[in-house]
């Protein structure tokens, strides 16, 4: 055992006293180069103008954006641990889009298309009511129901001649 300490140590210090300049440039600090000029931002607003959409596209689009909500907020409802905040915003961001499509619509599918935005408001004040999900299954029922009754009244095949 003394043999190899010995050994060791004599082989450490032969290696310590060659050096060894390449490895000791490796690992030795460079100098830092200087930062190059960087360039200044230009930060002036641009004006962009909207994209022209049409009427029939623009209500398609809307449309699938509310269903698309419509189906989140449904399967959050359908969650075994309900996230609040998540049917909250599913909710919101349906109505929102309901709203929106209203806007593209004459005055007697407005009409029509209220009675599904006013039965939206409700259920989202059933949910933020329900603070511990105790109503979830009865929640996602109407949920289920108001997507039914919108997609049967208001798909764009029956809806193109009531569009502004």
Do not use: H
């Amino acid at each position: 055992m003394k043999k190899t300490a010995y050994l060791f140590i004599v082989v450490y210090f032969a290696l310590y006293s060659l050096g060894c300049e390449a490895f000791i440039r490796k690992f030795s600090r460079k100098p830092k180069k200087e930062k190059s000029a960087q360039e200044k931002m230009v930060l002036e607003p641009q004006v962009y103008s909207p994209e022209q959409v049409s009427k029939e596209d623009g209500y398609r689009q809307n449309f699938i954006f509310w269903k698309s909500w419509q189906e989140e907020l449904i399967d959050s409802l359908n969650d075994r641990s309900p996230n609040r905040k998540r049917q909250i915003m599913a909710a919101n961001e349906a109505i929102k889009n309901l709203e929106y499509a209203r806007t593209m619509l004459i005055e007697q599918a407005q009409i029509k298309l209220d009675k599904y935005i006013g039965q939206s408001k409700d259920l989202l004040a059933e949910i933020e009511a329900d603070t511990y999900g105790d109503r979830a299954a009865r929640s996602r029922f109407q949920a289920e129901q108001i997507r039914m009754n919108v997609l049967k009244e208001f798909t764009f095949s029956k809806i193109k001649i009531y569009l502004k």
